[in-house]
């Protein structure tokens, strides 16, 4: 038991701190001059102009905004909310055929009599999420994995806590360090003037280390807790799942094997429609939306279990549906307040008369602190580069240099509870965000010094174009 709770301190739910969060951006609103830039729109997107921001009349909004804006956030978080609903449900009807259980069981027996490949297993996982996150952004799409590795997780004698950092740790990490990702280092080298996918040789770089530094992490945690389990921060909560879970013989049926080949089908369906078509929310939802209905037709659980299924599971995501809602009320009332330019105009002029590196730096430290509210990649970039990219030329860095400063900012998302993905994947696992965060923050410092030690080298020892 911790200091904190012996004195009798609770984190309070990850709900709460988020509402809390909504009245504190509220205050902020009162406080922070309103601000815009000038907008135009490119390719579909509205772009910033740099050297256009003015003040504008301010418009706070009232206390009743408080209850008005998580509201608004269902209505802007709509497909986001479906898809988290849609795959509770899809997945829960896959659970009841018992299919996937009698997988795992299997694959964690064949694992444990092979300890060279269970050895294995944690970074070449790891490493193919993170391959995943650098090349077509893998990111919300790691929420119906984590519904896998978690149970596989614990089989193999781990927790939940590995279970959810081998997909989404990984991608986070390919996602931050990522060289061809389009969404993130294709739309800011774009909105920069630079060449798509320059600079890829450092990037790389960074990919290698960014990635061995996460797994280098997670898997000195999962030898620690294999050995002594009670030392998980979440142990409590792993003795309740093991209690619940089913220790039957691992014999998989006819049906099962069927089910577990559809399924293997469906997952190979998502990666094709993401890579060849751009699947995002609805599409997505929509292919395990047919599947959870196939896989229990062809499971035998017949309509009334089936939609009894689909049910149980959406509910289990209705309190990250709750937390989604309130973190879009944050970026509601930010923007309604004109205050998001406001923020990213000051920040720009604050570091214009710093040192070059402690510039490259800075301008890191604005990007992860504007990524609290928006967690569009392409939406953040659309925001920042315009206003970025020259203040590196007025500055002596590089335009590629700002824009690496602006990808490395996503590896502060994990640790966000006002990030819809970090939230959608805690709460498949049924982790409580308080408990992630603190497990989480002696890597997220890590990650932090490993990002600003990164600019370094582009600014004081190569020119990086």
Known sequence: MSTAERRG??????LALVFALVALAIVLAWVVPSGSFEYVLRDGKQIAVAGTYHAVPKQAPGPQMLLIAPIRGFQQGAELIAFLLIIGGAFQVLAETGAVESGIRKLAAFLATRPQLEGLFIPAMMTVFSLAGAVFGMSEEVIPFVLLFVPLSR???YDALVGVSIPFLGAAAGFAAAFFN????GIAQQLSGLPAFSGLGYR???WVIGTAVVIAFVVRYARKIKRDPSLSPIADLEQAAEAAADHGPAETTSRQKVVLALFGLT???????ILKYQWFFTEIAALFLAMGLVLGIVGGL??????????????DMISVALVVACAKALLIIAKDA?????MLHYAASGVSHLPRAVTAQMMFLTQATLNFFIHS?????????PVMAPLADLTGITRQTAVYAFQLCEFVNPILPTSAVTMGVLGAAKLPWERWAKWFAPLMGILLVLCLLLLLPPVLLFDYR
């Open 9 to 14: 301190f609770r984190m309070p739910p990850t």
């Open 155 to 157: 089989r193999l004698g």
């Open 182 to 185: 389009p969404f993130t280092v």
């Open 204 to 206: 790389l770089v960074t």
């Open 267 to 273: 997952m190979v369906l998502l990666v094709w429609g």
């Open 302 to 315: 017949g309509a009334d279990r089936i939609c009894r299924a689909v049910v149980t599971g959406a509910k």
């Open 338 to 342: 004109h205050i998001l330019d406001t």
């Open 377 to 385: 990649g392409t939406s953040q970039a659309a925001l920042t580069m």
